[in-house]
């Protein structure tokens, strides 16, 4: 089985992955700053390097253990961060996805696999569910910068020949996700009621998601790294949900009757996204297996043991 590096491997997806990977045999390096990641997600057999993808070290890391394919999963993924320090964000996201690839490349790997991004390339986009064809202008930093690593994974591949598949994900929930982020509405959610705390809705809560179990989203990420096809590729369910059908989702997984706050909309929050995933289900076999409810059960169940 090839080596495998995963970047960001402490993190919410990323040590899901491993843990598939370790499964499955492959011998694992981790490569985690430990800024969002957790030591306690770290898979005890997996090689762990705590290092920033930044630093100049990383090339030893690549010399030493020689991987055969990369997931790149580390990453600034705060949107409103990268909103609020662009300069951060672009610090993190394409002068540390650069630093990964050129040493993907000088090492001599044979692939690499990218988490990018669904609702952030495409904005309000007015093609619902939205496919990879349609055109990609991000309005954040964050947006910006995963498509432009998707433009440099396409540069390696044309003058290194680096085989790459790019990963546009849908908003991925499940166990381990932070809750202290912005973006996890289902942790945010399950946290703050098993806390005690009133939940807020930003708005009348009608925004709608496309939501992805981590696990469903981990298969993709396999069924990448098997495939020979190049390029980018949707991960999400085709579905729409909206805010207020998660919070009655959680409200029914988790046993409670809290009633749940609104609160003022968020300035220029993006109010529709949704994936349409027909050109990976064709070109790489991989559909969704997870249905929401019981993904939002297996999340919640997790957070009442990990609260």
Known sequence: MPKILVTGGAGFIGSHLVDVLINESHEVAIVDNLSTGTKKNL?????????????????????????????????????????????????????????????????????IIFASTGGAIYGDASEIPTPETYPAWPI??????????????????????????????????????????????????????????KPNIHGAGTQTRDYIYVGDVVAANLAALATDKIGSFNVGTGIETNVNQIAGLIKNAL????????????????????????????????????????????????????R
């Open 255 to 306: 046993g409670v009757k809290v009633k749940f706050e609104h609160g003022t909309a968020k300035p220029g929050e993006q109010q529709r996204s949704c994936l349409n995933c027909k050109k990976i289900k064709q070109e790489l076999g991989w559909s969704p297996r997870v249905a929401l409810e019981e993904g939002i059960e297996r999340t919640a169940r997790w957070f009442k043991t990990n």
């Open 140 to 197: 954040s930093p964050y947006g910006i910068a995963k498509l432009t690593t998707e433009h440099y994974l396409y540069y390696f591949n044309e003058i290194h020949k680096l085989p790459y598949v790019a990963l546009r994900f849908a908003n991925v929930y499940g166990p381990r996700q932070n809750a202290a982020g912005e973006a996890g509405v289902v942790a945010i959610f399950c946290h703050k009621i098993l806390v005690g705390e």
């Open 43 to 111: 898979n005890d057999k997996a090689e762990f390097y705590e290092l920033d993808i930044q630093s100049v070290e990383l090339e030893k890391i690549f010399q030493e253990f020689r991987p055969e394919a990369v997931f790149h999963l580390a990453a600034q993924i705060d949107v409103r961060k990268s909103v609020a320090e662009p300069m951060a964000d672009a610090h993190a996201n394409i002068l540390g996805a650069i630093n990964v690839l050129e040493n993907t490349h000088r090492a001599g790997c044979k692939k």
